[in-house]
């Protein structure tokens, strides 16, 4: 995988690790499974590192169903200490890596 990409999720099994980017910031993140009965849960709990090193959660992703019935699709809420993004999973364009999935932000708000 390319280390200079942006605004992504790959995962391999269980591991989730992605990054949102824009001029205002630039934050890695981890995704932990999230075990839960209740059907609003997230599937993948985010956390990054805070300036001094520890772990702070930063949002979540989401398995939704699309509206037509036709499958699932993933969405995601990361706050990057500068403004609440949300917006859902795709393909990565330009890549051959099933686990990897660009973030296709829909709209994001000021803190």
Known sequence: MNNNL??????????????????????DFIGTPVKSSNEHAPKYRLTAKSP????????????????????????????????QVYGNLGRMAGQDDDDLMALIVNNSSSN
């Open 6 to 27: 942006a605004n992504y999720v790959h995962l391999e099994g269980e591991t989730l690790t992605g990054n949102i980017a824009s001029l205002m910031y630039d934050v």
């Open 52 to 83: 001094k090193g520890k772990d702070i959660e930063i949002g979540g992703i989401w398995e939704n169903t699309k509206k037509n019935g036709g499958g699932t699709y993933l969405s995601f809420s990361i706050n990057t200490g500068n403004c």
